[in-house]
């Protein structure tokens, strides 16, 4: 057994266990990303070698069409693809550790979705608002579904998980009919701008795009980090977490809320990727265990690592066509996630 | 009005002229946007090919790529332009940059274009990273109106000129064919051979112009809708009846009039006796490529109606 | 269990007069304005040149003959799948089987075009029973097996999956897709009466096989020792209604699309009125179900009028409120 690195501030506040294979993991992960940037910035539709790519990005006098492309578009991509994917992960991890369940996925139990029709919402029957605003309509229609889940599944006595995940499934199903009826009924043209956003895309992302998510990503995960402590005690169950002195109700509320919002900024920058909150905690609970900052950031790169593969796959397999990648996500996910399913220790309380 | 927009559009074709390629100006589009443009393009792409590809490659635009539509099996295409231009993505150098809702823009890049036209709004912003892009959606105009937007966007004005006046003389010596006191009412409707849906109309681009410019009406009921175009429930077919009903074919290789027709009667079974157009044979088909937006649509549609409707014995709704 | 003939007869007496009384105002509403009087005249004197005659006898009577069939067929395979697996919240929509008989006729269309028509039925079975059959698979293999909640996630994922490929096929062929697109939210048309004579043996047979296996459901839902011990043939059982409930769901969604959570709501409020025998919960199904959907597609055609929603939406509108409160009251 290794030692473990343990990390503490003066006043014994936050203290942080490290375990070292967890901390080679994490190197891994950024290696394997800073790998993929290179990869996306070298594949697609204009094919550029790695010393052209090189030369772009030290501003070396290069082909000028290659560094409209690499600045313009490849760049901001891959870069928007890794902030949302971890936006994601992050929200799925949070969300497993409160409810205690490996299968909670921010689009499974209907906050996307809230997300996702409170935006086509906007776009189909108020064009005219503009799509600054979307993050902003994205982060309400995500908490009133999460505040109407959590209140109908929380009512009644014993635990609440089974319940929770299910009442999901069915709010979702009620607002994806709902979103289904403003795209059937709209305006065509609009219901078509709203079609391909809710695929969820990152086609046409640009450096604003990655400051706001980058924003979004950075502001909240300190706060994350701060978190993990309750996280971690709430995981052991809401008992061994009062015994452990966390008021349960804030703890829970608040990490919904943090769990939520996080949801929410990918959905509004990108539109819902389905099955990446699902997944990528669960690869990283598969490569190490870990305490649970360290499995968050961890869960992060792998959630970043997996939206940046499926847009890579999505915009070179059939280039000139672009599936989004939300569509891979989708269709790399669902196998793992059955995966899941078939795998899931009896120690969750189903 | 047009006495007054003629010398200042010759005016300014002159300009065009007389000014060399790297030139620019500003161009206003239809956000409002001021954008600068070549004076004369020379590497355009379209993100649309049946509402922008089809006008500027009529306008003589010289067209590097466009947006398209994949066929059942795969194979790209553009709609509408093959069949009025003769021009297809097989035989000429037009790249594929996939479909119109989804572009691959580093292929657009890659062709280093000088001038962007899209027809989605939401489309300028990553557009306009590769070259100037200009937001111009036809739908918004009659076809000639829209025509001479995009001929002054892309600095072809002369051309737009020529074509203009080929299709009035055409027009002129039409319309003589058309009995001046006669109110003939067409409609038009669109539906698939899979019978689920009917279409109405009020504006479809080159054939409503068309009609209009020949003195031929909708009828009321569908004059009173305020959509370009709105479904129409079995239960209201009727809402579609006049003295002709203009109906469409082609839109794949295997909708052919009879298939049309076809689904009509699984859409309302014995439709055609429920509408006095069909009963008296005065329901016509026209070639998909009508929907074009174009001159030579124009034109098309102008010899299919005089065609079908000119001179000729019907029986008048009552 | 012993039910007293009054009883009966009052209960199926109030189901005709309901189901009539749906009926009625189904085949009075609709997009053309026609006054009720001649509804009636239609009728009681039919005449085939007037053409709201034809309206009432061509295009409302048959979409309500539709609504009727199809909701019964979804609440009574809702019936037998809720028996089967014991589990209250099985219904053909959440446990995949829709989504697979609808992915299977959107691939079947765009191959083969309007040609698919006269094997749609046998098509959209094959798509259900596939998607069930992975859908049971994947809840067994779970540690503890085939629970409601590793059903329905299992569904969820299955649904998802299709979902996704259907989009990306969506996205890739617009133009086509269009006709294809209201079709996919479920929805009632009496065009598809056409479809009728295709689905009409599918049909028999799966409300035969149902109303034939009823009795031994009620022993399986008491759990499969109990049913042997009573001297049932499980397996023989168990395919049985799984032959009823894909060829059930094909035709249901052959003839309007996926039409979700009906399967789920009628069985229950069924259950609350004539008890736990599947002796009369299937059939009672059959008549609710057809009575719940004549009346949605109701709903459907008056709430945004002249704007007819999709049938779909409202029944998903409506269920999933109740299986959201089915999930807080029994689980």
């Known amino acids: 057994m290794k030692p473990d690195i343990i990390v503490r501030t003066p006043s014994q506040k936050l203290a942080l266990r490290l375990p070292v294979r967890a901390l080679w993991v994490l190197l891994g992960m950024m290696i394997a990303l800073l790998f993929i940037i290179g990869l996306s910035l070298m594949l697609g539709s204009y094919p550029l070698s790695a010393s052209q790519v090189l030369d772009i990005l030290w501003q070396r006098p290069a082909d000028e069409t290659g560094t409209t492309i690499v600045w313009e578009f490849r760049f901001p991509r891959v870069l928007v693809s890794i902030m949302v994917g971890a936006l994601l992960g992050l929200s799925g991890a949070t969300l497993q550790n409160i409810t205690r369940n490996p299968l909670a996925d921010p689009s499974l139990v209907g906050v996307s979705q809230g997300a996702g029709f409170a935006v086509v919402a906007l776009t189909v029957l108020m064009p005219e608002l503009g799509y600054y605003y979307r993050p902003l309509y994205a982060f309400g229609g995500a908490l009133v579904v999460a505040i109407i889940i959590q209140w109908i599944s929380a009512g009644r006595t014993g635990s609440s998980t089974m319940r929770f995940i299910l009442t999901g499934v069915g709010v979702a199903a009620f607002i994806s009919a709902g979103t289904s009826a403003l795209l059937t009924y709209g305006d065509i043209n609009r219901a078509t701008a709203a079609l391909g956003w809710l695929a969820g895309s990152v086609h046409a992302s640009n450096w604003q795009d990655v400051w706001l998510t980058s924003a979004c990503l950075f502001a909240l995960l300190p706060i994350l980090m701060w978190a993990s402590r309750p996280m971690a005690a709430m995981r052991m169950g809401p008992d061994t977490a009062t015994g452990l002195g966390v008021n349960v109700s804030i703890a829970r509320w608040g990490l919904i809320m943090l769990s939520v919002a996080l949801a929410a900024f990918a959905v509004a920058a990108v539109g819902p990727l389905g099955f990446v909150g699902l997944v990528a905690p669960h690869v990283t609970r598969r490569l190490t265990h870990s305490g649970v900052g360290v499995h968050l950031l961890i869960t992060a790169a792998i959630g970043g690592l997996l939206v940046a593969v499926a847009d890579l796959f999505g915009r070179t397999a059939f280039a000139p066509v672009q599936i989004p990648a939300g569509l891979v996500t989708a269709i790399i996910g669902v196998p793992l996630f059955v995966w899941l399913i078939m795998r899931q220790q009896a120690r969750t309380e189903l | ?318 | 269990m012993t039910i007293q003939k009054f009883g009966e007869v009052g209960r199926l007496g109030l189901m005709a007069v309901v189901i009539s009384l749906f009926f009625a105002l189904h085949i009075s509403i609709g997009a053309k304005a026609i006054p009720l009087s001649d509804v009636f005249t239609a009728l009681i004197a039919r005449d085939e040149t007037v053409f709201d005659h034809i309206v009432v006898w061509n295009l409302r009577m048959p979409r309500a003959l539709i609504a009727m069939v199809v909701g019964a067929a979804l609440a009574v395979s809702g019936a037998l799948m809720q028996g089967l697996t014991r589990n209250p919240l099985a219904d053909p929509g959440l446990l995949g089987l829709l989504a697979g008989a609808s992915f299977a006729v959107v691939v079947g269309f765009g191959i083969w075009g309007s040609a698919i028509v006269p094997i749609m039925p046998l098509v959209a079975a094959g798509g259900a029973l596939a998607a069930s059959a992975l859908v049971f698979w994947i809840a067994s293999s779970a540690p503890g097996g085939a629970r409601p909640l590793t059903l329905i996630l299992a569904g969820a994922a299955i649904t998802a999956f299709l979902g996704a490929i259907i989009a990306a096929v969506q996205l890739l062929d617009q133009d086509n897709f269009d006709q294809l697109r209201v079709w996919l939210t479920g929805t009632i048309n009496g065009n598809r009466m056409s479809y009728m004579m295709w689905c009409l043996p599918w049909l028999l047979v799966g409300f035969l096989v149902s109303f034939a296996v009823a009795r031994q459901i009620t022993s399986l839902a008491m759990g499969d020792e109990v049913a042997i011990g009573l001297g049932v043939n499980v397996a023989q059982v168990k395919i049985l209604s799984l032959i009823a409930v894909v060829a059930l769901t094909a035709s249901a969604v052959t003839l309007s699309g996926p039409l979700g959570f009906i399967g789920l709501v009628i069985p229950h409020a069924v259950r609350l009125f004539v008890g736990t025998d599947y002796r009369f919960v299937v059939p009672y199904s059959a008549l609710v179900g057809a009575a719940y959907l004549l009346f949605v597609d109701i709903v459907a055609r008056i709430a945004l009028a002249p704007i007819e929603i999709s049938t779909g939406l409202v029944t998903s509108l409506l269920g999933a409120p109740f299986f959201v409160w089915l999930v807080r009251a029994k689980l």
């Open chain 2, 1 to 318: 009005m047009r006495t007054l927009l003629l010398p200042l559009t010759i005016l300014l074709s002159l300009v065009v002229h007389t000014a060399s390629a790297t030139e620019t100006r500003i161009f206003t589009d239809d956000a409002g946007r001021q954008v600068e443009v070549p004076v004369q393009a020379e590497r355009v792409i379209s993100q649309n090919d049946n509402r922008l590809t089809l006008p500027l490659l009529e306008l003589g635009v010289p067209i590097v790529g466009s947006a398209g539509r994949l066929a059942g099996n795969g194979t790209p295409f553009l709609r509408t332009v093959p069949d009025l231009l003769g021009i297809s993505l097989a035989n000429s150098d037009i790249e594929f940059l996939g479909t119109y809702n989804d572009l691959d823009y580093e292929k657009i890049a890659g062709l280093k274009p000088d001038l962007i036209f899209t027809q989605r709004d939401e489309f300028v912003e990553p557009l306009s990273r590769i070259a100037p892009t200009l937001y111009i959606d036809p739908n918004n105009y009659p076809v000639k109106d829209g025509m001479k937007k995009l001929a002054d966007a892309a600095g072809r004005m002369d051309e737009y000129e020529r074509l203009l006046e080929n299709y009035e003389n055409k027009l002129t010596t039409v319309q003589n064919h058309f009995p001046k006191e006669q109110d003939i009412t067409v409609s038009v409707s669109f539906s698939f051979p899979a019978g689920e849906t009917l279409y109405a109309y009020t504006d479809l681009g080159a054939l409503t112009v068309a009609l209009d410019d020949l003195g031929l009406n909708l009828p009321q009921p569908i004059l009173d809708e305020e959509k370009r175009s709105f479904s129409v429930s079995p239960e209201q077919i009727q809402l579609i009846d006049g003295d002709f009903i203009i109906n469409f074919y082609g839109n794949e290789a295997s909708a052919g009039p009879e298939e049309v027709r076809a689904g009509l009667e699984k859409f309302l079974p014995n439709w055609c006796a429920q509408l006095h157009a069909c009963e008296n044979d005065q329901m016509i088909f026209f070639p998909y490529a009508a929907f074009g937006y174009s001159f030579s649509a124009l034109e098309l549609n102008l010899d299919l109606l005089t065609t079908h409707i000119a001179g000729r014995q019907f029986t008048p709704m009552p």
